[in-house]
T-cell receptor
């Protein structure tokens, strides 16, 4: 089946630092999405990307849909404590497949 | 709008017991999904319903059945629970099956002893 490799698995950063995470696949996807999950809750959509090469921002978050359609990255600038959580990438071509997640810890 | 509502939030079962997880959405979405989340493995699709009246297997369907009761409701049934089914289960919905973001419920944490 389609496998998404998300890295890093976890990050420990200082408040104010920038964060970068990425997702790669051996399969092509039509859509790439990034979700955030807080403890005890379901994932919430952060950014959806629909075209190869697309670069989209949502506040301090920026994500790109790789030109090969096999990868995507998410950047968070000037991190704050409420950025703590697990970030998932997802690729969609038919059903949606998820990466294993990046657990982000932000130290004040 | 409540979005996607799942019940129960927590459940403990003994091996061999059965139960049904309930899910309802109030966004008039056509498609609904059941995922399970296990540590280090992300979310894996169990079953989905692309539209009312249809259901299809996902990546890990064994041991589960589903019913799309109407456009709003999509239930997941475990006929004979096994410890390997200990997980957090998420229901999700989307406007269309293969080209719109998923909206998730808050999950059901199931433990099978």
């Amino acid at each position: 089946g389609q496998q998404l490799n998300q890295s890093p698995q976890s990050m420990f950063i200082q408040e104010g630092e920038d964060v970068s995470m990425n997702c790669t696949s051996s399969s092509i996807f039509n859509t790439w999405l990034w979700y955030k999950q807080d403890p005890g809750e379901g994932p919430v959509l952060l950014i959806a990307l629909y075209k190869a090469g697309e670069l989209t921002s949502n506040g301090r978050l920026t994500a790109q849909f790789g030109i090969t359609r096999k990868d995507s990255f998410l950047n968070i600038s000037a991190s704050i404590p409420s950025d703590v959580g697990i970030y998932f990438c997802a690729g969609q071509s038919g059903d949606m497949r998820f990466g294993a997640g990046t657990r982000l810890t932000v130290k004040p | 709008n409540a979005g996607v509502t799942q019940t129960p939030k927590f459940q403990v079962l003994k091996t061999g017991q059965s139960m049904t997880l309930q899910c309802a959405q109030d966004m008039n979405h056509n498609s609904m999904y059941w995922y399970r989340q296990d540590p280090g493995m992300g979310l894996r699709l169990i079953y989905y319903s692309a539209s009312e009246g249809t259901t299809d297997k996902g990546e890990v369907p064994n041991g589960y059945n589903v019913s799309r009761l109407n456009k709003r409701e999509f239930s997941l049934r475990l006929e004979s629970a096994a410890p390997s089914q200990t997980s957090v289960y998420f229901c999700a919905s989307s406007d269309v099956w293969n080209n719109s973001p998923l909206h998730f419920g808050n999950g059901t944490r199931l433990t099978v002893t």
